[in-house]
């Protein structure tokens, strides 16, 4: 090898800025909304190591995540914030299983109280009402108060006589 | 003027309230025509416990032959959000399907071992997510035995040198209000023109126990055990061989299985032959409320529990 090609690849060798080690690691660190769950049995019991399934709402029938409770029966997963729709974990453990679904919106819980497992039951909060009877219910609010503030807002009978 | 005003803002008001009401809490499904369609196969599951025998809480090797069910007025639903059956509440739905009206009775017992579950009706629904299950169980009107049973199990119980011949009607009816199927895979999720199940799972180690999973275990707590009822049971030691086949000793017994009841020896073997009524007045207090409890704890989705309405 010539003396210039060597100096060449010496120079460019001294540009590393960082040193070059095998089995290196990186530990890097930052915030994220976590969905955490607790399956317990019916007297309270945690559901320790029990399976749990979470399903992404674009793909209801395909496990999106698979994991283990830990000793409190609890299950921490971080939804794909692009994915807005109802989340469903399932847990299951020696024959009892239950399945609750959650509310997510942009990785946030879209619903006032947060849903929790409960005994492997998992309280929703979920209104059954249809986005057309919400429709209808708040136009029925807004008619109210229409309806009462023309009804105050009349003139008086007896000045049009 | 003033009048005419208030009436047609209290018309108004009326209309909106009224249509907000409608459809909150149960609603029939009106299905349109040009709604997209998929079949929807109920088939209720007795599971290894019914179509491969299991060793009872207290010991017994159970077989069973024939475990009949009478089922009744079942219903799928699509709940938003899920059914929730630990909250004991009836079941809203924005969406329900009748798929049984009848009552029929079904063998869980029947197939053999390898048997999947039992096929009880396919039904042409809408597409979308079933996602709640209720069913009755309901008297069978038989006069052969156990008249109004619900549940009718004839099969045999063994542990050490001891055989019962084991006919068992209970007469429980009841209301199951379930949620989501849950298990290995999920069910309900009807899409056009595919066929998917929906599944009633029924749990007969609630009554008698599972060996495998230890004394201290939930289910062997509240299980009654089969001991109890072995001690109910008739004796005519002597009298029959246990190779004898069930049809020899019951006129309505079936023949057993192939592969099943097979005692290649001679020896004795005793009858319990019980229904409700006998059970509750034969058995301790304690014991039959347990073996009530017990029965009624038997309806599932998979591994889901049911709430139950009396």
Redesign the interface.
């Known amino acids: 090898m010539k003396n210039w090609q060597i100096l060449l690849v010496v120079a460019l060798s001294s540009f590393r800025t960082e040193p070059l080690l095998a089995h290196g690691a990186k530990i890097q660190y930052g915030n994220t909304n976590a969905i955490i769950i607790r399956a317990t049995y019916d007297d309270g019991t945690p559901m320790k190591q029990a399976q749990a399934v979470v399903y992404a709402p674009n793909a209801p029938t395909v496990p999106w995540m698979k994991g283990i409770t830990d000793h409190k029966g609890q299950f921490t997963f971080i939804p794909d914030p692009s994915i807005s729709g109802n989340w469903d974990v399932k847990v299951r453990q020696s024959g009892h299983g239950s399945i609750v679904s959650i509310p997510i919106q942009k990785g946030l819980i879209a619903s006032k109280n947060k849903p929790e497992v409960a005994g492997v039951k998992l309280l929703t909060n979920n209104s059954d009402l249809t986005f057309l009877q919400k429709i209808i219910m708040a136009a029925a609010g807004v008619w109210g108060f229409l309806g009462t503030a023309l009804f105050f807002s009349r003139k008086p009978v007896n000045e049009k006589k | 003027?003033?009048y005419n005003?208030?009436k047609s803002?209290t018309i108004?008001?009326i209309f909106?309230?009224l249509?907000?009401c409608s459809?909150?809490g149960n609603t029939s499904s009106n299905t349109s025509v040009m709604e997209s369609q998929g079949t929807l196969s109920l088939v209720a599951n007795g599971e290894d416990f019914v179509r491969k025998g299991f060793t009872t809480k207290d010991g017994w090797q159970i077989n069973f032959e024939r475990v009949e069910v009478t089922l009744g007025e079942v219903t799928a639903y699509q709940?938003?959000?899920?059914f929730?059956p630990?909250?004991k509440s009836l079941i809203?739905?924005?969406k329900s399907i009748q798929l049984l009206s009848d009552s029929k009775t079904i063998d869980l017992a029947k197939g053999g071992e390898s048997a999947k579950s039992i096929l009880v009706k396919a039904t042409q629904v809408p597409a979308g997510?079933y996602n709640a299950l209720s069913w009755n169980m309901l008297p069978k009107m038989d006069s052969a035995f156990a008249d109004g049973r619900t549940i009718l199990l004839e099969g045999t119980a063994i542990k050490g040198d001891r055989r019962l011949n084991l006919l068992l009607g209970f007469n429980q009816p009841l209301k199951y209000l379930c949620?989501?199927f849950?298990?290995d895979?999920?069910k309900g999720?009807v899409k056009t023109s595919e066929n998917t199940e929906l599944e009633m799972t029924f749990?007969f180690d609630h009554i008698f126990g599972d060996q495998t999973?230890g004394a201290e275990?939930?289910?062997n707590q509240k299980a009654l055990g089969f001991e109890p009822l072995a001690n109910l049971a008739s004796s005519d030691r002597g009298r029959r061989s246990l190779a004898s086949p069930a049809s020899e000793r019951v006129p309505w017994a079936r023949q057993p299985r192939q592969g099943r009841s097979s005692f290649a020896r001679q020896g004795t073997s005793d009858n319990l032959k019980l229904g409700q009524q006998d059970l509750s007045q034969k058995l301790s207090l304690e014991a039959y409320q347990k073996l009530e409890n017990a029965i009624a704890g038997i309806g599932h989705v998979?591994?889901?529990?049911c709430s139950i309405v009396k």
């Not at chain 2, 709940?79 to 899920?82: I, K, S, Y």
């Not at chain 2, 998979?302 to 529990?305: N, R, S, T």
């Open positions: 003027m003033k005003f208030i803002n108004v008001f909106l309230f249509a907000g459809g909150v709940v938003a959000g899920g929730n630990e909250k809203k739905s924005h997510f949620g989501e849950i298990g895979s999920r999720m749990h999973v275990a939930e289910i998979g591994e889901g529990h």
